[in-house]
């Protein structure tokens, strides 16, 4: 009983630390790489803590050039998986890549398009494993499902439907 309690004891002090945005930077910075523009230029990723979303596709507002935002606070928040930042990360590279208009407010059409586009990026790399990519796929349903309508608008996804929806185009293009 008392080993139970000092465990206990010692879990809840050094969780805070377990757990900690600083403990999930290398798999955030992992998961935001790698973005170019349709010409294949590399596109520059920033953290921003100022901005309202996970991850912002936007042109710069200098040079106008496209630029990725991320917010590290955010992205910490609701502890998505690996995959599910990658995918957020390349639905916003997919803005660029398929020069939708309006990077910062793009339609939901272009939001449609940038989910399977994204989808396919990523699933890409796992080709000859078709139960990771279904469980890939599960993982970021679950993902968005858990988290409710904050979290949706911060994640940037736009007009709410359901996450299985928004992998159909996927499965279509097999």
């Known amino acids: 009983m008392k080993k139970t309690i000092i465990i206990i004891a010692l879990v809840a002090f050094f969780a805070p630390c377990l757990f900690s945005q600083e403990s999930r930077r290398p798999m955030i910075d992992e998961a935001l790489e790698g973005c170019r523009d349709p010409s294949g230029e590399p596109v520059p990723t920033r953290m921003d803590s100022w901005q309202p979303y996970v991850?912002?596709?936007?042109?710069?507002?200098?040079?106008?050039?496209?630029?990725?935002?991320?917010?590290?606070?955010?992205?910490?928040?609701y502890s998505f998986s690996s995959y599910t930042l990658r995918w957020l990360y390349l639905r916003e590279c997919a803005h660029i890549r398929l020069e939708h208009q309006r990077l910062e407010h793009p339609s939901d059409a272009a939001q449609e398009e940038a989910d399977c586009f994204a989808l396919r990026e990523l699933l890409a790399q796992y080709e000859d494993n078709s139960m990771l990519k279904s469980r890939i796929t599960d993982t970021i349903s679950?993902?968005?499902?858990?988290?409710?309508?904050?979290?949706?608008?911060?994640?940037?996804?736009?007009?709410?439907?359901?996450?299985?929806?928004?992998?159909r185009c996927y499965e279509r293009r097999k």
Request: aromatic residues 6%; glycine residues 8%.
């Open 55 to 77: 991850v912002m596709a936007r042109s710069h507002e200098r040079t106008g050039a496209p630029e990725i935002l991320v917010n590290p606070e955010l992205a910490g928040k």
């Open 142 to 167: 679950r993902d968005i499902r858990s988290h409710g309508y904050e979290a949706w608008n911060e994640m940037r996804l736009g007009q709410k439907r359901d996450p299985d929806l928004m992998f």
